[in-house]
């Protein structure tokens, strides 16, 4: 019996998430995903379901009885091929400075963003398959010194760092740490509050090169999704 890959999608109820779930639903695989919301999931999953195999779990993923939960799920699909941190929260809007950041807002950044990422890969480590690709979502913020990005900046460029240890440590797995750069999406207009942000590309156009690494075989590394190729590159 052919193998059926499974992913799991954090933040899948909008932007990113939801662009890359709708994709790798139509090309039928079996599906995990979560959100905070409970109602924008549940629309998310009877749209996916029509597709495929979806399990959906509403919660937050700085929770360990929810990751627990995402990987009790897991254990009525099989093993995971591919999982995507995609949930992450950016902060105050607007962003303030540093010297006025509130420290247990930044301490709450720093657990979605951060550990949330590391602590549900711990979860899921006996489930995930040799091969398999972690996609860890970061932001041109984690390199460039943008002024009042001090919060969710450096808490992508932790993210970073992480993901350049882990895959040193875990040779066995693809690790991407991923830029989708600027997007029309709820996260960016509250990152710009009261702007037009019209003129940013919608989250579909940064799903071919998220498919690139989960389908191809590129080495772990950081990468920006709109510049890789369009089409896919086979193993």
């Known amino acids: 019996m052919p193998h059926i890959q499974t992913a799991l999608i954090t933040g899948a109820s909008r932007g990113l998430g939801l662009a890359l779930a709708r ?10 995903i979560d959100a905070r ?14 597709e495929t195999q979806v399990i959906a779990i509403a919660g937050d993923i700085t929770d ?34 540093l010297l006025q950041y ?28 040799p091969g398999a690709r972690i996609i860890n979502i970061t932001s041109d913020a984690a390199i460039e010194n943008y002024a009042g ?9 932790a993210l970073e760092q992480l993901s350049h240890i882990l895959a040193a440590e875990q040779e066995a ?3 991407y740490w991923v830029d989708p750069g600027d997007m ?19 989250p579909e156009e940064s799903v071919p090169g998220l498919l690139q690494l989960i389908k191809g075989d590129y080495p772990s590394g950081r990468y920006q999704a709109r510049a890789l190729p369009g ?4 193993s």
């Open 102 to 129: 509130p420290l247990e807002t930044l301490e709450q950044v720093y657990r979605t963003n951060v550990i949330a990422p590391l602590a549900l890969l711990q979860t899921l480590q006996p489930s995930l398959l």
């Open 23 to 32: 994709q790798l639903a139509k090309e039928q695989w079996n599906l995990v």
């Open 173 to 175: 797995w693809r690790v």
């Open 37 to 50: 919301g409970d109602e924008a999931l549940e629309a998310t999953r009877q749209e996916l379901a029509r």
């Open 64 to 97: 360990a009885a929810h990751r627990q939960a995402l990987a009790d799920a897991l254990h009525t699909i099989g093993s995971l091929d591919v999982l995507v941190n995609n949930a992450s929260i950016l902060g105050p809007s607007p962003q303030p400075q």
């Open 184 to 202: 029309r999406t709820q996260m960016h207009q509250e990152a710009f509050p009261g702007e037009d942000i019209s003129d940013r590309p919608l």
């Open 149 to 157: 990005w001090g919060g969710y900046g450096s808490s992508k460029a």
């Open 231 to 234: 089409k896919e590159a086979h």
